[in-house]
């Protein structure tokens, strides 16, 4: 396989999970491609508009410490190898290699949906996760300023929720979330891999880079909007040499909360993954996915509730101990903020709130 400029995934096959074709690297995946005098060089981005009937999603998971979140996108152009949300399209009889990246959805509707959904009698509010599955700032936010219109109806119904982004891009809604933040009713937790510009490009290739997203957590301290760094994923042998720097330069911006997730590989994301490896990292695949296996129960993958978030052995146990050392050294906590749900107002349907 060939590396793809700009791109995370390095092919465009289709799993046969759901009895779909395969498709090949010549496939119907190119029918839509930037060129360069008439030269092929990568798909181009197209987003098509959905309109789904909900768009508040609950789930009774033991492993994620919330029961709700909305999805403002499916598919996401910043093109991480890792992410465990590319199975995702499968669905859609797209691929969860390159047209994950390339072809996206957006739901315009999704804020007047939310609201129908708070509106009902019967709702009881909880903090509502957002970036849980693809990012809510990536590029294409630029234009919809969905995830936008979602923290303004969470500020106008005094409804908490959380953030998690790859993207400086947070900081154009830095007036909501301090808003929020004054009300206890939101916290943003910004996700760095490593430190290097250049393995983040070949990473996550359309993900703002490591000193943005360092830069952006500081000034959501300084704006007194309660933000952690996340490293997440942490990769055996890429990326786990930047545990600790990572660490050290979130804590110089004032960030005194961090987490850490090791590499999950679902689905296509195992092979994607390998894909990956074997075209920018060929000495040093296999002991890289030896490493995963060894904390996954010899699998690629650990799907099971209760263990799938908590790798075991001794790699997981060195990863713990390390991540444990530095953050008591800078004074690090996890993130404990407890968001307000005492104050939600429900909305009517015509955009005023109910004066009971």
């Not at 290699?97 to 739901?107: C, I, P, Q, V």
């Not at 990292?281 to 296996?293: C, E, L, W, Y």
């Not at 690629?300 to 991540?323: H, I, Q, S, Y």
């Not at 004074?331 to 004066?355: A, H, K, M, N």
């Amino acid at each position: 396989m060939s590396a793809i400029k700009g791109r995370g995934a390095v092919s465009g096959a289709v799993s046969a999970r759901f009895n779909l074709p395969t498709r090949e690297q010549d496939g119907d995946w190119l029918d839509s491609v930037e060129t360069i005098d008439g030269a092929v060089r990568a798909p181009a981005t197209t987003v098509t508009e959905e309109h789904p009937r909900s768009i508040l999603s609950f789930n009774q998971s033991p492993d994620i410490p919330f029961d709700r979140s909305v999805n403002a996108y499916r598919g996401c152009e910043h093109g991480c190898i890792y992410c465990y949300a590319r199975p995702s399209h499968a669905w859609h009889d797209l691929s969860p290699g390159l047209d994950f990246e390339t072809r996206l959805f957006a739901k315009p509707d999704a804020a007047r949906l939310l609201r129908e959904t708070m509106a009902k009698r019967g709702y009881r509010p909880a903090p509502i996760a957002m970036g849980t599955n693809t990012d809510p700032y990536q590029p294409i936010e630029v234009r919809y300023r969905i995830t936008r219109q979602v923290l303004e109806l969470c500020l106008e119904t005094r409804h908490p929720v959380t953030v998690t982004t790859k993207s400086d891009r947070v900081l154009r809604d830095l007036d909501l979330l301090e808003e929020l933040a004054r009300r206890r009713l939101t916290c943003v937790g910004i996700s760095v891999t490593s430190l290097d510009p250049h393995l983040s490009r070949l990473l996550e290739p359309r993900a703002a880079s490591p000193a943005k997203r360092i830069a952006a957590l500081g000034t959501l301290v300084r704006a007194g909007v309660p933000a952690h760094v996340s490293i997440a994923p942490v990769i055996p042998s890429i990326t786990d040499s930047f545990l600790e720097g990572i660490l050290s330069a979130a804590s110089e911006q004032g960030v005194r909360a961090a987490t850490w997730i090791m590499i999950r590989l679902p689905h296509e994301v195992a092979p994607l993954f390998r894909e990956w490896l074997d075209t920018h990292f060929p000495d040093r695949s296999g002991k890289v996915m030896a490493t995963i296996q060894s904390m996954r129960g010899g699998r690629d993958n650990d799907p099971e509730f209760f263990t799938r978030m908590k790798p075991n052995g001794v790699w997981a146990d060195l990863f713990r101990r390390r991540f444990r050392v530095a953050a008591h050294r800078l004074g690090i906590t996890g993130p404990d903020e407890e968001l307000d749900c005492t104050v939600f107002r429900r909305p009517s349907l015509d955009g005023q709130l109910s004066l009971l």
